[in-house]
């Protein structure tokens, strides 16, 4: 399985019982996207490494583009070649998704140089930015000089910004700007108006409390290394020199993105209870990032953590968990996690002050509540808190959650796959983890653990020709599960045993090479003893010799347990022509695909033509039922249906046909309703 690349619907989750491994974090998209617009902005080239790549910086990136900054990706370094405060380009459309540390920013410092040195820029995102809101950020631009107008519902993106070239800005006094809304708007004020300190300090004020202060702390830690040293009265006022200039540092690293090692400390912390601990690596104690602070509440519930300069350890201390009250106004992201600890806590879990989650991605305190009562918990909202109380064991439910298109959602809510009535959790449009961990899912089913009978199999069985094999891989792309092409092992058999000289006609030396069989499959291809042979698999001369060599029993006991081990969280779809009668008998569904033989040898006339080989399609027909007869007449593992298989003769139907019908079947069979 790779990471969700496509807009799958849904993703099943099943029970999962424990956690152990390393998981290696993306860079933080809080650091990420403000590096970005600093070295936009800055004079020189600056050499980014370990970026995130993610939707969000995506859009960042792309703006920067638009906006004539010179980009060169080299070996996953990113050298960004800055505007040194003047614009290159004066009039672009920037659509930047969903992005709050793109749009805000942005909309900063395209106001200040479009008032000073003229130009025409419209920001844009989804329907969803387009609710967040923005005028507290506008309101402080407007007195300055910055003109900028709204498309929409006022205080709200879409907006344009514009002047005239040889404006100045009312600097003079103090800039003030709220911060009991989002600390976004202050950040985005320290990023834009170095660009306007030239022979004054540009003072800005804070009007009521300042939420969320960790990530103005990251604000203020990157200007310093771009050269802009602001200093600070509390966190009230806020004074950048006069004559700042921003400068490159040369290098930068990005730290692992704290917010999201907040979902592997919580694993280790439900679900590491014995042996290796949950390793993370790329962010440690020594981060930058307001979020770390997560650790502390961990602890405080009862993980058991320790760590070092970039790296941190989770084991399960305390069970269950203990329940805590907390004020969450230092991690507003990395509190959501909290929320879904709190399912595994031994009282109520109550998280106040927390009113931010409101203007979010979407309504987090509303959604978390909605989401969190789908999987039996009892919850209670407010302006600014919520509290969770988890389920008794008999009232968890298998629940099919909602994401509302916020990453944070996602991943918060995989957790409650750990839960103790061992019934699964769908998470629905999972590809939204793609704005900060596109490989999110990938790295949890890397360190979690299922029973076997736990997860989810789908078996496709058939005679030669018959599409099974397309139809398995159709499947398990569209559920996001992994693939046994059991064909392919017995392919991949016969290229083992034509590289050793062995006789095929040995049984003993055959199954030999089969039970010690180096093989594995990653992004599509195939690789057998560290060599990629996935065009060699599909040569006639591999399909004859997996003839020969799936006919011998002990070859076949010997790749059984090498089939059975593709048996993996999510989910495996797995073909063959004994895959539900012999390998996997208790599959929650069997398909048996078939289809006339005229049909078949239609088919495998068309792919041995593709491929430049002359064939007769008589000849073909009657070779197809000869081996079906041949195959079905075998004492071992003989080709038929398993007695509780759907047939499904596709020899009208299209593959897309052919894949709904499978997955119509496996949506009837699972718990969450349709």
Not at 151 to 161: E, V
Not at 420 to 444: N, Q, S
Request: glycine fraction near 10%; aromatic fraction near 6%; charged fraction near 20%.
């Amino acid at each position: 399985m790779t990471a969700l690349p496509t807009h799958r619907p849904f993703l099943d989750l099943p029970p999962l019982t424990g956690a152990s491994g390393t998981v290696r974090l993306p860079g933080s998209k809080s650091i990420s996207n403000r590096v970005l617009l600093l070295a936009g902005l800055a004079a020189g080239t600056t050499a980014v490494h370990d970026l995130l790549d993610s939707d969000d910086t995506r859009v960042m990136l792309d703006a920067l583009r638009a906006l004539g900054c010179t980009l060169r990706d080299d070996g996953g370094v990113l050298h960004v070649t800055g505007l040194g405060g003047r614009l290159h380009v004066h009039e672009a459309d920037l659509f930047l998704g969903n992005a709050g540390t793109a749009m805000r920013p942005l909309t900063a410092a395209l106001a200040v140089l479009a008032a000073t040195q003229g130009g025409s820029f419209t920001l844009a995102g989804v329907p969803r930015m387009h609710e967040r809101p923005i005028g507290d950020l506008v309101d402080a631009l407007r007195p300055l000089g910055c003109q900028v107008e709204d498309l929409g519902t006022p205080g709200y993106p879409p907006l344009r910004l514009h002047g005239t070239a040889g404006g100045t800005l009312a600097v003079d006094e103090p800039i003030r700007v709220r911060g009991d809304v989002s600390s976004q708007f202050l950040t985005a004020l320290l990023l834009a108006l170095p660009l306007v300190a030239g022979t004054r300090d540009v003072v800005i004020t804070v009007d009521g409390e300042l939420i969320s202060r960790p990530y103005v702390e990251i604000t203020l830690n990157l200007l310093a290394r771009f050269g802009i040293e602001v200093e600070r009265q509390g966190w009230s006022r806020f004074t950048i020199p006069a004559g700042s200039r921003y400068l490159t540092p040369g290098h930068i690293h990005v730290e692992g993105d704290a917010s999201s090692a907040s979902y592997f400390v919580a694993l280790g912390a439900i679900a590491a209870d014995g042996g290796a601990p949950v390793r993370i690596e790329g962010v440690g104690l020594d981060s930058i990032q307001g979020d770390i602070r997560f650790v502390e509440a961990a602890q405080a519930m009862g993980a058991q953590v320790r760590g070092g300069p970039g790296w941190l350890s989770v084991h399960r201390g305390l069970w269950p968990l203990k329940a805590i009250t907390l004020d969450c106004n230092h991690i507003p992201d990395a509190a959501m996690t909290l929320a879904a600890m709190a399912l595994y806590a031994d009282g109520t879990t109550r998280l106040t002050n927390i009113a931010s989650w409101r203007v979010k991605e979407t309504d987090r305190i509303a959604a978390m509540a909605a989401e969190l009562r789908r999987v039996g918990a009892v919850v209670e909202e407010g302006a600014d808190f919520i509290a969770v109380t988890p389920p008794a064991r008999d009232a968890w439910r298998a629940a099919a959650v909602r994401t509302y298109d916020d990453h944070r959602m996602a991943m918060c809510l995989s957790l409650a796959a750990f839960n103790p009535a061992r019934v699964p959790v769908r998470i629905l449009e999972p590809h939204c983890v793609a704005k900060t961990f596109p490989g999110y899912f990938d790295a949890l089913f890397g360190v979690a653990r299922a029973r076997p009978e736990d997860v989810p199999v789908i078996t496709v069985d058939g005679p030669t020709a018959s599409g099974k094999g397309t139809l398995a891989a159709e499947v398990a792309q569209a559920l996001g599960y992994h693939l046994l092409d059991s064909g392919a092992l017995y392919r991949a058999t016969g290229l083992a045993v034509m590289d050793d000289g062995v006789d095929p006609a040995d049984e003993t030396a055959v199954a030999r090479v089969a039970g010690l069989l180096d093989l594995r499959f990653d992004g599509g291809r195939c690789w057998l003893r560290g060599q990629d042979v996935t065009d060699a698999l599909r040569s006639e001369q591999a399909g004859m010799m997996a003839s020969r060599v799936s006919a011998l029993p002990a070859v076949r006991e010997a790749l059984h347990g090498l089939q059975l081990a593709f048996r993996r969280a999510p989910g495996l779809v797995a073909d063959g022509r004994d895959m539900g009668t012999v390998v996997f008998p208790d599959a929650e569904l069997k398909v048996y695909l078939t289809a006339s033989a005229a049909q078949r040898a239609e088919r495998r006339h068309k792919q041995l033509i593709s491929k430049g080989i002359s064939s007769n399609i008589q000849a073909l027909r009657a070779d197809l039922e000869a081996r079906d007869l041949r195959d079905s007449s075998r004492t071992v593992a003989p080709l038929k249906p398993a007695e509780d298989a759907l047939q499904l003769d596709n020899s009208v139907l299209t593959i897309d046909e052919s894949v709904k019908r499978v997955l119509g079947w496996w949506s009837e069979r699972r718990p969450f309703g349709g």
